[in-house]
């Protein structure tokens, strides 16, 4: 391991110890324990479950290795890996669909990273967060189609590797599109299934720093690299954004980000963005503002326009000593928001569970932990289930006014 990454495993585990004494301090005593599931055996592919997973009550999943030692790798996407959709309220998988790799190990992507400057400056190049990628930008709209950059691209339904002649690294997968950038740094598309032989649509980019990324319609978007300030709390964030959703933040200025290079953790984004880029959380990243040592916030964004963010902050009132599990930074937690901001979702990587889910609601008093209580578990064995989506009504008194 590099004295980079030593850095970076010491700098987490400090912070860790810290919740663990947190947790310690303010408990009652020992909260039960979840009880490990048996995944039983695994359910057919059914890619049309996908698309329809929030309606139906299925949370649709990214089934990738446990992280390890090396958080800087284990922030990217890999191979093997699979894509699977379970029932949020009984656990049972309703759709399994393994995805395979060209060699026997495994396949990890490489980084990806959107440039971000305030006042000229440019802010230290975090890794985007893997949720929001791997839901806007990995995997196709109709979650038909995977790849990143550095892995093959992927038929999610045959179960298969397509091989393709595209000439640069795959960025994201639109609508019938493959976003390609090349190694001069020029945008272009490629249709979706590969066509062989056809050219790369080039695509101009406006003046300025930034990059293109797929938007939310499925279609290439501009995203510039000046952030856009938002309130979080009681302190200021500030993150990039394309005009419909946010791409990556941070809670600190370029500035103090350029005077404190020793305060960073660079496999966590210092904001934990949802899937689809309209909330998110505060990471666990060293010298972190005091105001965002909270177990409990989250945030939603209510608009994007006239150069502004406007946000809305949500707070449980679930003990800390109970919810102490559910917080942690990007590699080793997935996160989500759903039923209109009022619930915020985790998957958390566990080494003897593989997958630990839980849930709190705003104003709520209780923590749920859903592996323990209803069996939640992630259908790939020894796997971290990354959240690609996740449907309203988990606990069932979302629509409960807030004390």
Same mark, same amino acid.
């Given at each position: 391991m590099t004295p980079a990454r030593l850095g970076t495993a010491a700098r987490r585990a400090a912070v860790l110890i810290g919740l663990a004494l947190l947790a310690a301090c303010t408990s009652s005593g020992p909260a039960p324990g979840p009880t490990p599931t048996s995944a039983g055996a695994p359910a057919p592919c059914r890619v049309d479950l996908f698309t329809g997973g929030p309606s139906a009550g299925l949370a649709i999943l990214w089934a990738g290795p446990l992280p390890g030692a090396d958080v800087e790798q284990d922030a990217r996407a890999s191979l093997p890996a699979a894509l699977t959709a379970i029932d949020v309220r009984t656990g049972q998988t309703r759709s399994y669909c393994p995805l395979p790799a060209p060699a026997a190990g495994v396949l990890r992507g490489q980084d990806h990273v959107l440039g971000m400057q305030q006042d000229g400056a440019g802010y230290p190049p975090f890794l985007t967060d893997l949720d929001l990628l791997l839901r806007t930008q990995f995997l196709s709209p109709d979650l038909r189609w995977f790849a990143a950059p550095g892995l093959p691209l992927v038929d999610v339904a045959a179960g298969r590797i397509t091989p393709t002649d595209w000439a640069g690294t795959t960025m994201g997968l639109g609508r019938d599109l493959a976003l390609i950038k090349n190694d001069q740094g020029a945008w272009?598309?490629?249709?979706? *299934? $590969? /066509?062989? +032989?056809? $050219?790369?649509? $080039?695509?101009?980019? *406006? $003046? %300025?720093?930034? +990059?293109?990324?797929? %938007?939310?319609? %499925?279609?290439?978007?501009?995203? *510039? @690299?000046?952030?856009? *300030?938002?309130?979080? %709390?009681?302190?200021?964030? !500030? =993150?990039?954004?394309? +005009?419909?959703?946010? !791409? =990556? +933040?941070?809670?600190?200025? @370029? @500035?103090?980000? /350029? =005077?404190?290079p020793q305060a960073l953790m660079p496999a966590d984004p210092p904001l934990d963005l949802t899937p689809t880029g309209r909330g998110g959380f505060a990471t666990l990243v060293p010298g972190q503002p005091q105001a965002l040592h909270s177990v409990n916030d989250w945030f939603t964004v209510d608009s994007i326009a006239g150069g502004r963010i406007r946000t809305a902050y949500h707070h449980t009132a679930a003990p800390n000593a109970d919810t102490a599990w559910m917080w942690g930074g990007a590699v080793e937690r997935s996160r989500t928001i759903t039923d209109d901001g009022r619930v915020a979702v985790t998957a958390a990587a566990d080494q003897s569970l593989g997958t630990r889910f839980g849930a709190v609601a705003e104003g709520d008093p209780k923590a749920h932990d859903l592996t323990r209580e209803r069996g939640l578990h992630c259908p790939r064995p020894a796997s971290f289930c990354r959240i690609l989506s996740w449907p309203d009504g988990t606990l069932g008194n979302e629509s409960a006014p807030a004390p």
């Open positions: 272009c598309t490629r249709s979706l *299934p $590969p /066509k062989s +032989g056809e $050219p790369c649509t $080039p695509l101009t980019a *406006p $003046p %300025g720093a930034g +990059g293109f990324v797929i %938007g939310a319609d %499925g279609r290439p978007a501009w995203v *510039p @690299a000046a952030v856009r *300030p938002f309130a979080f %709390g009681s302190t200021t964030a !500030y =993150a990039i954004t394309d +005009g419909t959703r946010l !791409y =990556a +933040g941070d809670t600190r200025t @370029a @500035a103090a980000r /350029k =005077a404190a």
